[in-house]
């Protein structure tokens, strides 16, 4: 999850990543509603609302690597 590749304009979701990533997901977070809640921070990053959506995260989407998201998603 990676910004600079997914708000180019040419990415397109690949189903076997998203599917893998919805099982490592209910491995690694057997708490549904804490599954619940990532899922929504999820649609947030791919519709870039939210904190994703203001000027300071667009700026740095370029700049950032993924694993700082990671933190800043589930930090």
């Not at 649609?43 to 694993?67: P, V």
Request: aromatic share 10%.
């Amino acid at each position: 999850m990676n910004p600079h590749y997914h708000y180019n304009p040419n990415f397109k979701v690949n189903a076997n990543i998203k599917i893998g990533l919805y099982q490592c997901l209910e491995r690694m977070v057997p708490n549904t509603s804490e599954r619940c809640k990532i899922d929504l921070q999820l649609e947030s990053f791919k519709d870039a609302k939210g904190l994703f959506g203001i000027d300071a995260a667009k700026t740095a989407r370029d700049k950032k690597n993924s694993s700082s998201m990671v933190g800043f998603l589930w930090g």
